[in-house]
Nanobody
Framework: QVQLVESEGGLVQAGDSLRLSCAAS????????MGWFRQAPGKEREFVAA????????VHTDSVKGRFTISRDNAKNTVYLQMNSLKHEDTAVYYC???????????????????WGQGTQVTVSS
């Protein structure tokens, strides 16, 4: 069983930076891929970024490329989402997720992630 604990988000201004963290424990074979998703009010949960745990390969959705960076610290079993140049439209609840699947084109699908964090609110004021 995998447990995911996210750091607190926060209220920031447009243009600011914020780093989220997700500490993982248990079930190392069930978290080959770690992802970040977000859900804005009234919208579906959407993919933000993913990282392959063993070699650090990453994918970012187009809307955050050049602004957000996913990374991991193997020693701390922690995944990060560095968010720069935040925009009002980045406002959402952000979720960390883990999957035991092999890296592949599915990684943007929330249905392939078995474990989820509790979610953390990020609010960007314009």
């Amino acid at each position: 069983q995998v447990q995911l604990v996210e750091s607190e988000g926060g209220l920031v201004q447009a243009g600011d930076s914020l780093r989220l963290s997700c500490a993982a424990s248990g079930g190392s074979f069930s978290r080959n891929v770690m992802g970040w998703f977000r859900q804005a009010p009234g919208k579906e949960r959407e993919f933000v970024a993913a990282i392959r745990w063993n070699d650090g390969s990453t994918v970012h959705t187009d809307s955050v490329k050049g602004r957000f960076t996913i990374s991991r610290d193997n020693a701390k079993n922690t995944v990060y989402l560095q968010m720069n140049s935040l925009k009002h439209e980045d406002t959402a609840v952000y979720y960390c997720a883990a999957s035991g699947e092999t890296w592949g084109p599915w990684i943007e699908s929330k249905r392939k992630y078995e474990y989820w964090g509790q979610g953390t609110q990020v609010t960007v004021s314009s």
